[in-house]
Structure formats: C-alpha cells, structure tokens
C-alpha cells in the first residue's frame, strides 16, 4: 500500500467514526485494522479532527497493546507476561527471545521477520509459560525451546 493509500485509509476511519462519543479508540482500531498498524506521520491528522495534541494521541497508542506504530513482521510473536506465565519462567523466555531477535516489545526486527508483543494472558495459564506465534500457541517453554521456535521459523 502505498503513502496515497494510507492517507486515504486514515481519512475513511477519521471520517466513519468522527461522530462518535469517544472517536478516537475506533479511529485508531479501524487504522490498526486496515493498515496492521498506525503510521506516525498520521498521528497529526487524527489529533487535529479530534482536537487532541499529538501527544495525547501518543498516549493512547502506547497504552493500549494493540495498537502499533509500525508495520507487523512476517511472524508475530506474543509472550504472556501475567501471573502463571511469570511464575513459571516468562522473564527468562521473554529476555532471551528480545535479545536473540535485537528488539524489545512493539518493535520488528531489522529484516522484517518478527514482532514482538506483550499479551497479559493467553488463557493458557494451565500450561505456562506460554506464547503465541501468528495464532498458534507454544505451551510449557523454555529459554531453549523457544528459541528453537526462532530458529524453525528463521529455517523455513
Ligand atoms: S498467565 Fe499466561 S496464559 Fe494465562
């Protein structure tokens, strides 16, 4: 998609949900939905329809999960960070997966390939530490088998 495009698609969601009592969160799902994230050179546009400061804008990207400012890599990865997951070794699987992959949450790696993300609870707890990889979960991990999973991925 090119730039024409995504200004296009910016302007339909600002448009579509301009009227609504609290437009900015659709604003900002219906983007994150029609493009796979929401382009910072846009964030001016939505601030200004809604009267915001590009900070406050700002804000609520980076509070919600959800959204993302840059585009996903080939393969997302979600690592839960809530409590069962935790107690079972989540930090360690968390550390080693930033580490091997160079980037930290709602960052993509360099070569395009993966995406980081933090989830709190997959609903997966009964088999922590879990993580999710484009839909498909990863139960009872460790710092090496979720490692193994990169490489799988990196191989095929
Ligand atoms: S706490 Fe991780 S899946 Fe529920």
Same mark, same amino acid.
């Given at each position: =998609? &090119? +730039?024409? @495009? ?6 339909? #969601? *600002? !448009? $579509?949900? *301009? ?10 799902? @219906?983007?994150?939905? +029609? ?9 001016? +546009? ?23 400012? $840059?585009?996903?890599? %080939? ?12 107690? =079972? ?14 980037? +930290?949450?709602?960052?993509? /790696? ?17 088999? /922590?530490?879990?993580? %999710?990889? &484009?839909? !498909? =979960? ?12 990169? #490489?799988?991925? %990196?191989?095929?």
């Amino acid at each position: =998609m &090119n +730039d024409e @495009q995504k200004r296009l698609a910016v302007d339909a #969601a *600002i !448009q $579509s949900n *301009i009227s609504l009592e609290g437009a900015l969160l659709p604003i900002l799902h @219906q983007i994150q939905n +029609d493009l796979g994230y929401i382009p910072n050179q846009h964030v001016a +546009d939505i601030a200004s329809a809604l009267n915001l400061s590009r900070a406050e804008v700002h804000g609520v990207i980076s509070f919600y999960h959800s959204f993302t400012t $840059s585009p996903h890599g %080939k393969h997302v990865i979600e690592i839960c960070r809530a409590e069962s997951c935790q107690a =079972m070794g989540s930090e360690k699987i968390e550390a080693a997966l930033k580490h091997k992959l160079g980037i +930290d949450y709602q960052q993509t /790696s360099d070569d395009g390939e993966f995406t980081l993300n933090a989830v709190y609870c997959l609903g997966n707890c009964a088999c /922590s530490p879990s993580i %999710k990889i &484009n839909s !498909q =979960m990863h139960s009872r991990l460790t710092e090496e088998s979720a490692l193994e999973l990169i #490489a799988e991925l %990196k191989r095929s």
